[in-house]
C-alpha cells in the first residue's frame, strides 16, 4: 500500500526579519518536509529579507518601505520571487489563497490592517501582533466569529494559557499573567530617572527587539498582554492577575472554580508557542533546551508594583475606560519608546508621555476602523508634541 504524503502547511509569515519572524524560520528549517514559507515581509530590513528569500525560496517578497524596493528587486533579478512593496502589499498577501496561515509577527499598529485582511479572507491566524488586539480588540474578535476563523496566540503568555484552557469543559475564574519584571525589577525607584538606553535593554531572560524590551522595563508589555487576554480569552479586567515571576518558568496560569490551578513551564524559548501555534492541536518534537526543574533553583513569585511600574495600571485604566483609549495608548506608547530610544526623553517620561495623551486625545466610545486610525494619527501628534516638550526641558535642565 502506498505510503498517503502530507501537503505542506502554506505560510504568509509577515514580520520575518524580526525576532518572531527568525524564529518562526528556525521552526520551519526544523521541519521543512511539512512547512512551505509562500511570503516573507519586512519593513526595513531589505538586506535580511533578499538573504531569507534567497533559503527559503518563496513565491513573494514585501518591503513595506517602498524606498528599498528597487534595492530588492536587483537583489532577486535571476530567482523566480516576486517582488512588492507598500503597506498594501501587506494586507494583499495576508488574504493571499495561498496561505494556509498568516504569522503575524509586525511590530506596532502596522500589524492591524493585515490581521483583518487575513480574518476577512477565512485565512487562519498565529498572532504575535499584539497592537492588533489592543488596539481592535472588540472588532478582531467579532470578525474571527463571523468568520469562523481561528486566532492561536503566539505570545508565550498567551499560548501559556491557551494550552491550560485547552481540553477544558468548565468556565476558568482567574487568569494569572507571569511577568519576568523585566531589567529594573530590584532598582529602587528614585534611580529610574537615572537609567539609559543600553540598561533598559538589558532583558534578564529573553531576546527580543528593542520596542518589546523596553515595554518590558516599563511593564508597558504586560498592560498590553491584560487587554489581549480580555479579547482572546473573554475575560473580565477583574479577572487577569499580573504576577512578577523573576525565573520565567513559569509561563501563565488559569485558575478553576474548584481552586484547582492549571499553568504552563518552560524554557524562555519562543520557538516553542511559535511550533504550538501552527501546529495545534498536535504537539511536534522540537529541538532546544529542555526544562529541568531539579536545576532551576526556586520559582519566586510577588505582586506587581502599580507605584513603581505605572504603566500597568494605564493599561488596566484604558481596558476599563473602552472605547479608543487602548488604542491612543498604544501609539502613545510607540512615540514614547522611540523617544527613548532616540535619548530625547528619560525612562519615567515614557509614562508622562502616556498620561498627557490619554488626557488630551479625544475620546471615541464605539470607534469603527476608521475612528481608529484617526485616533492613532491624532494620539501619535499629540504624544511627538509631548514628548518634545520634555526633550526641550530636559536640554534647559
Known amino acids: 500500500m502506498e505510503k498517503r504524503v502530507e501537503e505542506r502547511q502554506k505560510i504568509v509569515l509577515l514580520g520575518s526579519t524580526g525576532s518572531i519572524g527568525e524564529q518562526t524560520l528556525d521552526v520551519v528549517r526544523q521541519h521543512a518536509d511539512r512547512f512551505e514559507v509562500r511570503t516573507l515581509t519586512s519593513n526595513n530590513n531589505w538586506q535580511r529579507l533578499v538573504e531569507q528569500a534567497l533559503e527559503v525560496e518563496p513565491d513573494s517578497v514585501v518591503i513595506a518601505n517602498r524606498e528599498h524596493y528597487p534595492k530588492v528587486k ?3 533579478a535571476a530567482v523566480p520571487v516576486k517582488v512588492y512593496a ?3 502589499s501587506l494586507e494583499q ?3 493571499s489563497a495561498e496561505a494556509d496561515v498568516v504569522v503575524n509577527a509586525l511590530v506596532g499598529y502596522a500589524g492591524l490592517a493585515p490581521t483583518v485582511s487575513a480574518l476577512k479572507a477565512g485565512r487562519k491566524i498565529a498572532l504575535a501582533n ?3 488586539l489592543v488596539v481592535a480588540g472588540e472588532l478582531i474578535m467579532r470578525t474571527a466569529l463571523e468568520k469562523r476563523v481561528p486566532i492561536v496566540p503566539i505570545d508565550s503568555e498567551h499560548s501559556a494559557i491557551f494550552q491550560c484552557l485547552v481540553g477544558e469543559q468548565t468556565p476558568y475564574r482567574r487568569i494569572v499573567l507571569t511577568a519576568s519584571g523585566g531589567p529594573f525589577l530590584d532598582t529602587p ?3 529610574l530617572e537615572r537609567v539609559t538606553v543600553e540598561q533598559a535593554l538589558r532583558h534578564p531572560n529573553w531576546k527580543m527587539g528593542a520596542k518589546i524590551t523596553i515595554d518590558s522595563a516599563t511593564m508597558m508589555n504586560k498592560g498590553f498582554e491584560v487587554i489581549e487576554a480580555r479579547w482572546l480569552f473573554g475575560a473580565r479586567p477583574s479577572q487577569i492577575e499580573v504576577l512578577v515571576h523573576p525565573q520565567s518558568v513559569v509561563h501563565s496560569m488559569v485558575e478553576f472554580a474548584d481552586g484547582a490551578v492549571k499553568a504552563q513551564l518552560g524554557t524562555p524559548d519562543m520557538r516553542l508557542p511559535i511550533q504550538y501555534a ?3 492541536p498536535q504537539r511536534w518534537p522540537l529541538e532546544g533546551e529542555r526544562l529541568d526543574l531539579a536545576r532551576c533553583g526556586e520559582l519566586t513569585f510577588r505582586e506587581a508594583d502599580p507605584v513603581k511600574f505605572p504603566n500597568l495600571r494605564l493599561a488596566y485604566e484604558a481596558l476599563e475606560r473602552g472605547g479608543n483609549s487602548c488604542c491612543v495608548l498604544n501609539a502613545a506608547n510607540e512615540v514614547a519608546v522611540a523617544s527613548f530610544l532616540g535619548g530625547r526623553i528619560g525612562f519615567l517620561q515614557i509614562t508622562e508621555v502616556l498620561e498627557r495623551t490619554l488626557a488630551r486625545v479625544a475620546f471615541v466610545r464605539e470607534p469603527g476602523l476608521d475612528d481608529l486610525g484617526a ?3 491624532e494620539a501619535r501628534r499629540v ?5 518634545e516638550e520634555m526633550k526641550s526641558k530636559r536640554q534647559i535642565i
Open 93 to 95: 498577501v495576508a488574504r
Open 74 to 76: 536587483e537583489a532577486l
Open 278 to 280: 501552527l501546529t495545534f
Open 375 to 377: 485616533s492613532d494619527a
Open 189 to 191: 525607584a528614585e534611580e
Open 383 to 387: 504624544a511627538c508634541e509631548a514628548a
Open 130 to 132: 499584539k497592537e492588533s
Open 86 to 88: 507598500g503597506a498594501e
